[in-house]
């Protein structure tokens, strides 16, 4: 996956103005294929087991004619000096830029891009045949599944426009911005997802609502790590208004018994405070809806937070993680120093199961999520100011 999903802090909803163009010219007559005149999947000369998987999953959905555009790695290339994220985000983003390259340089009117770890939606054939006549003629980049860090305009009943969106695992690119997406991203600044933002707040970019395409879980070779974005499958939106509202209406409790407390407590604060009120404590009377109780030296991605948090609207409670992975102090060392996962190898990590739950809403009912991500525990710790 080529995105950098780890920013969880608060957002400020956008208001966009839409006017809503005539549909896309004979798009009801016309499939993915007549659509999109070159379609691309991106992978590693190094990992041609993920080309053959993409391969069957291409045919299983009628996907016809995608080249494999062999990308960049990362590791092979030298690094600009001002580079600050992994080698494989540098190789992910030099890909992107080669394949619309050639779409321009070949005179295209479009380019239908995928990375080698997608997933479609059981029923993306018949879907996509239904949302695409939705999508407004004016359209400059088009998303088949994002991450959302701000909440979409809906222009039609599948159809959202965006001005700031993550991922680029599966999405479409049309001519009039060719120009535009080569030299922001040659400039090599920020990370693709980054560069992004910048062409979404001056071109017409949509996405499909609900996502028809998100990743598998697996291990990343941009992010040097394992990846679990479930909620791209449920088409959650984190961000906005609505994921603001709920986090005040939260509390977020961390076990007195932590070693690593300090940290914990300032890394809940930095990503959720102060809408939620996060405090130190075993046991309080409910103040407010929704309560995610931190066990001991528990940390749990920000994402997967906010992911959970929403799951409590459908149900009364949510496992928060299914499994926890121990980290060894070493690892715990790396954490509290970056603040960040990326590059920690879990690969040999000891496992243990999570049965109980810790996110809870109020009034309690019988209806229960059991969460399917996981959950890191910290090893040693300094001294605690708490």
Known sequence: MGSSLEDGSP???????IRVTRILMNAKHKTLDDLFPLKVCINLDRRPERWQR?????????????QRFSAIDGNNTVLPHHWVHTAGAYGCLLSHVNA????RDKGLSSILIFEDDVVFDPQFKEKFATFIQELPDDWDMLFLGALHKD???????????????????????????????IELNSRAEH??????????????CYCFMPNLVWVESAYS????????????????????????????????????????????????????APLAAVAVARKTTPNREF???????????ALDVRANLLMCEQFSAATGYSRVIELTAEQTVQLRRTGITRSIDLSNNRLSKNDSYHFLSWPLKKTLFQSPNHALMLTGGGANRR
């Open 54 to 66: 993409m391969q069957s999953a291409f045919v299983d959905q009628n996907v016809e004619s995608v």
């Open 291 to 301: 309560r995610i109780v931190i066990g001991p030296d528990i940390y749990l991605e």
């Open 100 to 103: 619309v390259g050639e779409a």
């Open 191 to 204: 990370v693709l997802d980054m560069n992004n933002y910048v062409l979404q707040e001056r071109f017409n």
């Open 11 to 17: 957002s400020v909803n956008k208001i966009v103005t």
């Open 151 to 181: 909440e979409p305009v809906m222009v039609s009943e599948h159809i959202g426009h965006i001005t700031k969106a993550n991922s680029t695992f599966a999405y479409a690119i049309r001519h009039t911005v060719f120009d535009a997406f």
């Open 221 to 272: 070779d941009v992010q040097n790590r394992l990846e679990n974005h479930w909620y791209l499958e449920k088409s959650l939106v984190l961000f906005g208004s609505h994921m603001d509202q709920l986090l005040s209406q939260t509390d977020i409790l961390i076990a007195p018994s932590s070693n690593n407390l300090d940290f914990l407590v300032d890394y809940y604060r930095e990503y959720f």
